[in-house]
């Protein structure tokens, strides 16, 4: 299934030219055109998922098997320090795109890029208000 509409669709199908790192049946690997770092990668599905609580389990399961293997690969080919996986869904997540996709960021030493928060403090309230909404 594929949305004629959607960019990602398009460069996952081969219809708009990417710097394609990996690609099988299933999914693409491209450069970030705006990268958070050299090298930072998106894992693009060749069907249409808008987010996460679209794709089916097993796809989904293939993509972040699919992350670990580049992932690995990039420490090797760039040297670098670490790689964030991210995976946004919906607007308050910061998707910006919606079609299903995750980040690969290789993280190097002092490379100041964003992907943190500052902690909070979780209360004793809140946690039994989350505990019983949970059960």
């Given amino acids: 299934m594929r949305d004629d509409k959607c960019?990602?669709?398009?460069i996952a199908n081969g219809?708009?030219?990417?710097?394609?790192?990996?690609?099988d049946e299933d999914f693409r690997v491209i450069l970030d055109l705006g990268p958070?770092?050299?090298?930072h990668a998106l894992i693009l599905p060749k069907n249409h998922f808008?987010?996460?609580?679209?794709?089916p389990e097993d796809m989904d399961a293939k993509a972040f098997i699919l992350a670990k293997k580049i992932?690995?690969?990039?420490?090797?080919?760039?040297?670098?320090?670490g790689v964030?996986?991210?995976?946004?869904?919906?607007?308050?997540?910061?998707?910006?795109v919606f079609h299903f996709h995750i980040h690969?960021?290789?993280r190097y030493e002092g490379d100041h890029?964003?992907?943190?928060?500052?902690?909070?403090?979780?209360?004793d309230e809140q946690r039994e208000e989350i505990l019983q909404k949970w059960k």
Avoid: H, R
Wanted: proline content about 5%; some cysteine.
């Fill in 104 to 106: 690969l960021i290789p």
């Fill in 7 to 10: 960019i990602f669709c398009k």
């Fill in 84 to 96: 964030n996986i991210v995976q946004n869904n919906g607007v308050a997540a910061g998707q910006t």
């Fill in 71 to 81: 992932a690995k690969k990039m420490k090797d080919v760039f040297g670098c320090d």
């Fill in 15 to 23: 219809e708009i030219p990417s710097a394609t790192l990996y690609e």
């Fill in 36 to 39: 958070a770092t050299k090298g």
């Fill in 113 to 123: 890029a964003g992907v943190t928060w500052k902690p909070g403090t979780l209360t």
């Fill in 50 to 55: 808008a987010n996460l609580f679209e794709i």
